[in-house]
């Protein structure tokens, strides 16, 4: 079983970015999803979630309105689409699986990580 993150890069502020999440070797359309991201030094934060059909989401505060969570379970691919980055937002990114059907902003509900890709905001 992995989740595979991509799409990371460098970016300008101000700019956009969409990354991408698949997942092989099973299925997760029964499972909610979440994008967490680290930055050196400090623990990984919770980015977004959604529950396993993406109709219901959640954001944290600093990324409300500017970031985007979806997911096409026909693809088994998770997304978020980023806007109006700021240099705030340089981190490694991480997708993750949860346990249950329902999304969360607390990492030891997932059980399922994706190895991190690296988004750098210039200013």
């Known amino acids: 079983v992995q989740l595979q993150a991509c799409g990371g890069g460098l970016v300008q502020a101000g700019g956009s970015l969409r990354l991408s999440c698949v997942a092989s070797g099973r299925t997760f359309s029964n499972n909610g999803m979440g994008w967490f991201r680290r930055t050196p030094g400090k623990e990984r934060d919770f980015v977004a979630s959604a529950n396993w059909n993406g109709g219901a989401t959640f954001y944290a505060d600093s990324v409300q309105d500017r970031f985007t969570i979806s997911r096409d379970n026909a693809k088994n691919t998770m997304y978020l689409q980023m806007s109006n980055l700021t240099p705030e937002d340089t981190a490694v990114y991480y997708c993750?699986?949860?346990?249950?059907?329902?999304?969360?902003?607390?990492?030891?509900?997932?059980?399922?990580w994706g190895q991190g890709t690296q988004v750098t905001v210039s200013s």
């Open positions: 993750a699986a949860a346990r249950f059907a329902w999304g969360s902003s607390t990492t030891s509900d997932y059980v399922y």
